[in-house]
């Protein structure tokens, strides 16, 4: 099966790889990933389907968009989108120390000519970081491009755990996207 992810996401494509061996995985650039109004649950999904419509015509059988964001822990209404820099970075861990946030993952999936969509949350408890562990988190360099400035399965997998839902739609991919994708690759 001809499969692209057009996604540059390591965990992404860490995810899928088992799945599709021959995964070919390539980010889409120039689209507009500035969250619109509306709930977390809102932006992140109207994000996603904007990065399945910005789609170039390609011969994939199989093309898989997805987009993940996390909701700020003082107002779950807004997103924290992922850090510009080192100390943006600092902020957003110093922010999601000690507490509990929902990560949303949507995935859409191109699948015989129509798209099948999915958004889906999970909730991470951080616990409280010492200094130490901030900074090593932040000297790791692990928070570049990472929606709230972590990687569950990088360092910060040593300090967080998943509360509720799926490790895969903490790490970018819906859970019900990945067991609809599971099944096709089955079927192969």
């Known amino acids: 099966m001809d499969v692209w992810l057009a996604s540059n996401s390591p965990r992404r494509c860490a995810l899928l790889q088992p799945l599709f061996p021959n995964l070919h995985h390539e980010g889409l650039v120039g ?5 619109p109004s509306g709930t977390v649950e809102q932006q992140v999904l109207a994000v996603c389907l904007r990065k399945a419509e ?23 209404s807004l997103s924290m989108g992922k850090p510009r820099d080192l100390a943006h970075a600092a902020t957003m861990l110093v922010r999601l120390s000690g507490r509990m946030h929902q990560v949303w993952s949507a995935t859409a999936v191109r699948w015989n000519g129509a798209w099948h969509q999915w958004c889906e949350s999970a909730l991470v408890s951080v616990p409280e970081l010492t200094s130490g ?5 932040l000297t790791s360099n692990s928070w570049v491009g990472k929606a709230g400035g972590y990687d569950l399965a990088g360092p910060m ?8 839902g799926q490790e895969c739609t ?4 819906a859970a019900g996207a990945m067991e609809f994708l599971e099944t096709l690759a089955s079927t192969q």
């Not at 997998?157 to 509720?164: Q, T």
Request: proline share 7%; charged share 25%; aromatic share 0%.
């Open 170 to 173: 903490v790490l970018g991919l």
């Open 133 to 137: 562990e901030l900074e090593a988190l």
């Open 54 to 76: 910005a789609l170039p015509e390609t011969n994939h059988s199989l093309v898989i968009v997805a987009d993940t964001m996390l909701s700020d822990p003082d107002e779950h």
């Open 31 to 35: 689209v507009d990933e500035t969250p």
């Open 157 to 164: 997998g040593e300090h967080a755990r998943l509360v509720e």
